[in-house]
């Protein structure tokens, strides 16, 4: 993942890794650095012509969607999330509920991969954060109408990092980038590989 990220997107450092979190420094293109930290799927495993990566981006307010997504896609989804100041941890509290309190809440551990950025100067100051253990019996906390901390410092979205830090993690060969509240048809994995394989093996016959 790192290596992949160091060849599509600049410079990395100050890496911090276990099984499922890594947390590392990345300059995107010219000076615009981020903070990134990835909660990996369960399913961590699809490569190149394997299957299909989704991929998509957010802030933690449009979390919820990903229980259906992954429900109808099931596949590797790879999620963005910008999650400046306090909004790190309320993604982190949404996370783990969607992992955890749902009864598709499964899907989202094989499939989904969390990346969480922001600016520097925006980073959560917790070196090396766990995912809190979830209160099920509650909403998710993304969704409670607390305010969050992008709007209450009326900071700009910045789309195209999000779109590109979804896309450029992905480890398929090919990638949907789309919106994360835009859920696709269920087999569309399935019907796409098999159109691709149809078309090379009529490109082998004609030769």
Avoid at 48 to 54: A, L, Q
Avoid at 189 to 197: A, E, G, P, Q
């Amino acid at each position: 993942m790192l290596k992949i990220f160091q060849e599509k997107c600049g410079k990395i450092k100050n890496v911090v890794s276990r099984s499922d979190f890594e947390i590392f420094l990345l300059t995107f293109l010219s000076a615009f650095a981020h903070f990134i930290a990835l909660v990996k799927s369960v399913n961590f495993r699809f490569f190149g012509n394997e299957s299909v990566t989704y991929s998509t981006h957010s802030d933690p307010t449009f979390l919820a969607n990903l229980i259906p997504l992954a429900e109808r896609w099931q596949g590797p989804i790879s999620v963005a999330i910008y999650a400046p100041g306090t909004d790190y941890d309320m993604t982190l509290e949404a996370i783990a509920h969607l992992r955890t309190c749902f009864q598709r809440s499964q899907l989202v551990q094989d499939f989904v991969t969390f990346h969480l950025f922001s600016e520097i100067k925006y980073a959560s100051k917790a070196a090396f954060p766990k995912l809190p253990i979830p209160y099920c019996d509650r909403e998710m906390p993304s969704i409670e109408g607390r305010e969050t901390f992008r709007k209450a410092n009326n900071l700009t979205y910045p789309i195209n990092v999000a779109r590109n830090t979804a896309r450029q993690a992905a480890n398929t060969h090919y990638v949907l980038p789309s919106d994360i509240e835009l859920y696709p048809n269920p087999g569309l994995i399935r019907s796409f590989l098999k159109m691709v394989t149809s078309f090379k093996e009529e490109a082998i016959n004609q030769r």
